[in-house]
């Protein structure tokens, strides 16, 4: 009782490289994308919701570049490919 956790003494048990700041960073992007969906203070079919989504998966796809996990990596690139289909629709709509 009282000792320290086994993976505290560990070496890398904190470590926080710019990529994972990267992947934090769009993590929060996604997030907040969808919170102002759900607000109304956004609207799917606005460029700003792709543009934020297709950001926050990019910034993902960088950590994922030098951490990989193979199930992140397919969520994000298909989340990434929908966000440009919808800038491409929006412009289209143009």
Request: proline fraction near 2%; hydrophobic fraction near 50%.
């Amino acid at each position: 009782m009282g000792s320290r956790p086994e993976w505290a003494d560990r070496e890398d048990a904190v470590r926080f490289a710019w990529y994972d700041l990267f992947g934090s960073i769009g993590v929060g992007l996604i997030v907040l994308t969808y919170i102002l969906l759900q607000i109304e203070r956004i609207r799917s079919d606005q460029l700003s919701y792709s543009i934020l989504n297709a950001a926050g998966a990019s910034l993902i796809l960088v950590s994922l570049y030098f951490d990989f996990n193979f199930p992140s990596l397919v969520v994000e690139v298909f989340w990434l490919l929908i966000s440009l289909f919808g800038i491409g629709k929006y412009w289209l709509r143009k």
